[in-house]
């Protein structure tokens, strides 16, 4: 599985990830989702890169003129409810882009200790599509591993692009590790070396969803 780390090179994608992580403008819900969108819309801009293109005769006032056009969009997928704000921002870019949602969290028992569950999936056929799923967080591997298997379900895609704006490196270990397929491409803003016991990304930037949506009840 190629990996691909955005952070590695000087961008505006740095800006936004200094932003995300920063204690202080995280208190502005608004802003935080904003930069979660601002993140797909620069994922979708590289990944569209990679898909292929047919060129078109566009007409013009003046004449015609010679374009390429993506010969396909692809299924756009995510995982509630941290996902919203990515997706959207990868909507933006692929708009007339089909699109998929997964439901799944962390289950906590008596003890502290959680496990993923999943819960359900409504998505297009994806039969020789190109599908991209997104997650803000890849900590340990766990969720994205499950949403992969879930879209599989709907078909056969011609290729997948797993994406996540901060991942640990143990996670990104475990999917490598767990998905071991040669049509899956792994894209990721940063990689932070440490997680913590309850799977947290250290430094990385706190809880995506409750900081897009407020807490959640259960969520300690």
Known sequence: ????????????????????????????????????????????????????FKVCEVKTPLGVAKVPKLDQQPVLATILRAGLPLQQGLLEIFDRAENAFISAYRKYDDKGEFHIEFEYLASPDLNEKVAILSDPMLASGSSMEIGYKALLQKGEPSHVHLVAIIASKKGVEYVQKSIQADNVT???????????????????????????????????
């Not at 952070?7 to 979660?36: T, V």
């Not at 070396?193 to 009840?217: N, Q, R």
């Open 1 to 52: 599985m190629e990996v691909i780390n955005l952070s590695e090179s000087n961008s505006i994608f740095n800006q936004y990830l200094a932003e995300i992580r920063d204690h202080e403008i995280q208190k502005d819900p608004l802003r935080f989702r904003k930069n979660l969108q601002r993140f797909g819309e620069l994922f979708a801009y590289e990944i569209s890169k990679t898909l292929d």
């Open 186 to 220: 792994l894209w990721v803003g940063a990689i932070d070396d440490e997680m913590t016991v309850k799977s947290y990304i250290v430094p990385g930037l706190g809880d995506a969803g409750d900081l897009a949506f407020g807490p959640k009840v259960d969520s300690h």
